[in-house]
């Protein structure tokens, strides 16, 4: 049964993504498609390698589809072409080192193709998408509140939504729900109507690059809608790979 | 405690000064008014200054914001060409007139006002470009009640007002990774009645009738009311024409249909 | 056969032609005299029955042809035309007047065989305004052409008795858009035409409408208002191509 390989969170980590390939390879099912939910760069030496990597796929491996994520916003940000020139998110979350960092790790030329990746992908009844159809930005953790996180689900009208802004796995259902609605208006009586939603999920697929050594990742099959995770140890392991 | 709340007024004097008259024949304690002060119609200036003396707290609403930061709406926020071409024909002409003093009151509004359990935005607690429509999900509905810990949500936007009420709600959540000891199975009651009341459109109304609309909520009842009131639009058609906004805006006024129509995708918000 | 058909402005005379035209299994000849610039008609006629042959004033001989050889033919009269045609000063033809029984003024029962009954009339037509656009080439947001067409029918451009129209849009179908005054909403068709997915349509479109008081200059400019750029339309015709290979899968 073929399976989709879903990945985000790279984050430049040429290492991560090289242990994440050559763990598919491993895998007993076959992979029909690569996804990149976002953060395939960032403020990491070898990003413009690893862009390179993807973008140049070796013969018998998948064509990776890529979407936007946080940190190619705010490539575009610092480039200015973003919404927020002054980059300020990035300011607090990175400091001022962090966005140099980026700056010096990005290439405008690469910027350039980050600027022509889709926001992200529908696919059967599945938004894989970087943060949520919210932003990028959107983290959605296991502690979000559920109606909030039904919110993105309907937002997109997905039964299924896969996003990588928290770099955390996890998988949450959403196997029943009820609202019951009173409209009123100026020529209309009161009209009451429930309504219902049923199979629903979440699911964060994890961080390649984020956490050093440890790479998570989320394999699909959308045939039988079943969701599992890897985890891939690599560089200090003795994986051959070498430390960052 | 009786409040009146009024919305997107739109420079449209001759409706603001008939919902104000209209207001002081009930008992209202407090209004509040949910922002469009100015936008489409003639009298951008006059209208700030008559909130202003009455000292009628306000949100802002997305025109608001238009003129105070520029245009930032993206072009998808307008459901078509032509109703984006009009909507930069009454932007331009808006930014033209109004006053630096009208434009710095509009600056300092805030996003959202609380008042006990009540929350007052002009479009979404998330956006004021978003649209709540009557038919909008019940489950978004009730996140955007939810998001502000209140009970009761005062939206407008729409330009058509209705009262929704939402209850019996309820939602399962399990985590299958990362496990929970005790994944829960059963429903999880989420909160008792929730209300969204839009309180539709002073000076440009939508719901096919040329009148104002606006609602008086009472408090202790939790009632509201829906209240159209008449006036002399004519007054405001003309002032439409004499000013050199474009004419098509008059006559959508005596129909009752919006200058621009409303967004098709009541849920998109620009990324801008 | 040779049947005229004729009747006030919007009496209905290209639907009842195209119900006729489609229980004749034969080749048939649809002629509309005098609408050279605007075949809206002949458009609707030959997007629905392509078997049928259009001819205007421009090509006689031919015409002349087919009635020798006695294909069936229809004559559609515009309404502000003589009911004279020395084409047919010598052959045998029925006249068909389409009019409301309360347009029933004795001019129609004089000149036709048959009367029916037709969609009725108020056009005054000493007041009345005939104002015709060639829209060819041009593609319609059609999000815009329904807040236009929705004005343009209410009366926020004058008095609009009748409005038929072609439009192109977005998606590469052509669609005619009939309003009479006297009907309820509008009718809304798609005709059967291939799809212009690549550039501009080279093909027919334009708009007509009959009325009183009609601000021309303001019709126009909102039409105008609703066309797409050659950018947009290239934009959505690369999205048509995108969706192409989904539909086939």
């Keep these: 049964m073929t399976h989709w390989a879903i990945l985000s969170g790279i984050n430049g980590n040429l290492s991560a993504y090289e242990a994440v390939l050559a763990d598919l390879k491993r895998v007993r099912y076959q992979v029909e498609a690569l996804y990149i939910l976002g953060d395939l760069v960032g403020p990491h030496p070898h990003c413009e390698t690893l862009v390179h990597r993807v973008r140049q796929p070796h013969r018998g491996e998948l064509e990776p589809q890529v979407c936007l994520g946080w940190w190619e916003e705010q490539c575009f940000n610092l480039h200015g072409m973003g919404s927020d020139p002054e980059a300020t998110e990035l300011l607090k979350q990175a400091g001022p080192d962090g966005v140099e960092q980026l700056w010096k790790s990005v290439s405008r030329q690469t910027v350039q193709w980050l600027r022509s990746l889709d926001f992200g992908f529908f696919e059967f009844d599945c938004l894989l998408i970087h943060g949520s159809t919210v932003g990028c930005h959107d983290v959605l953790t296991p502690e979000t509140p559920p109606m909030q996180l039904l919110d993105r689900l309907l937002r997109a009208d997905a039964n299924t939504l896969f996003c990588g802004r928290s770099g955390l796995t996890f998988h949450l259902q959403i196997p029943a729900g009820a609202v019951t609605s009173t409209v009123t208006t100026l020529d209309a009586p009161a009209q009451t109507m429930t309504q219902t939603v049923s199979d629903r999920q979440i699911v964060g697929v994890g961080s390649v690059g984020k956490e050093p050594g440890k790479a998570t990742y989320t394999l699909y099959s959308p045939y039988t809608n079943a969701v599992s995770f890897r985890t891939v140890r690599y560089g200090n392991q003795g994986k051959g790979f070498g430390a960052i | 405690m009786n409040i009146a709340v009024l919305s997107c007024i739109h420079s449209n004097l001759a409706a603001l000064e008939a919902v104000l008259r209209d207001i002081d024949q009930q008992s209202v304690d407090q209004i509040y008014c949910l922002g469009d002060l100015v936008g489409y119609g003639p009298y951008p200036n006059e209208v700030v200054a008559r909130i202003r003396e009455l000292d009628i707290p306000?949100?802002?609403?997305?025109?608001?914001?238009?003129?105070v930061d520029g245009l930032n709406a993206c072009d998808c926020s307008y459901p078509s060409l032509l109703a984006e071409t009009r909507g930069h024909l009454a932007h331009e002409w808006t930014n033209r007139e109004v006053t630096p003093e009208t434009r710095a009151y509009l600056a300092s509004l805030p996003l959202t006002l609380q008042q006990d359990n009540l929350c007052f935005v002009h479009g979404s607690p998330h956006s004021q470009h978003e649209y709540l429509l009557p038919d909008t999900s019940a489950f978004i509905a009730l996140e955007r009640v939810l998001a502000t810990g209140a009970d009761t949500l005062f939206c407008g936007h729409t330009h058509v007002p209705y009262v929704r009420n939402l209850e019996n709600s309820h939602l399962t959540l399990t985590a299958v990774h990362p496990a929970t000891p005790s994944p829960s199975h059963s429903p999880t009651p989420l909160s008792s009645l929730k209300r969204i009341i839009n309180a539709g459109s002073v000076g440009e109304p939508r719901h096919g009738r040329p009148h104002a609309t606006y609602v008086i909520y009472d408090t202790d009842s939790q009632q509201a009311q829906l209240r159209e009131v008449e006036y002399d639009y004519t007054q405001t058609c003309a002032a439409i024409r004499e000013k050199g906004l474009p004419a098509i805006f008059a006559w959508r006024l005596s129909q009752g249909l919006e200058y621009a129509e409303k967004a098709d995708d009541p849920t998109h918000v620009c990324e801008r | 056969m040779i049947t005229v058909v004729a009747g006030p402005c919007g009496a209905g005379k290209t639907t009842w032609i195209l119900q006729e035209l489609a229980q004749i299994p034969t080749p048939a000849v649809y002629v509309t005299p005098g609408v050279g610039s605007a075949p809206i008609d002949a458009t609707r006629v030959q997007a629905r029955c392509p078997q049928v042959e259009i001819f205007d004033h421009q090509s006689e001989t031919e015409l002349l042809q087919r009635l020798t050889a006695g294909v069936p033919a229809y004559f559609e009269l515009g309404f502000q035309l003589e009911t004279d045609i020395p084409l047919l000063a010598t052959r045998p033809h029925r006249r068909v007047a389409l009019v409301a029984e309360e347009n029933q003024e004795t001019s129609w029962q004089l000149w036709a065989d048959t009367v029916i009954q037709g969609n009725p009339s108020t056009l005054d037509l000493q007041a009345a305004q005939l104002w015709r656009a060639p829209l060819s080439g041009q593609v319609f947001d059609s999000p815009s052409l329904d807040t236009f067409w929705q004005e343009l029918t209410q009366g926020a451009y004058g008095e609009v008795h009748r409005a038929k129209g072609i439009f192109e849009q977005s998606d590469g179908q052509a669609f005619h858009l009939d309003f009479m005054n006297s009907l309820p909403g509008n009718a809304y068709?798609?005709?059967?035409?291939?799809?212009?997915?690549?550039?501009?349509?080279?093909?027919?479109?334009?708009?007509?409408?009959?009325?009183?008081?009609?601000?021309?200059?303001a019709i126009a400019a909102t039409l105008k208002d609703c066309y797409l750029s050659d950018s947009l339309l290239a934009a959505h015709q690369a999205t048509l191509k995108d969706s192409v290979p989904l539909e086939v899968a």
Excluded at chain 2, 58 to 67: S, V
């Design chain 2, 58 to 67: 306000t949100c802002q609403g997305c025109w608001d914001e238009d003129i």
């Design chain 3, 189 to 217: 068709t798609e005709l059967n035409l291939p799809r212009c997915v690549q550039g501009r349509p080279n093909r027919f479109s334009g708009l007509e409408v009959v009325g009183q008081g009609l601000d021309e200059g």
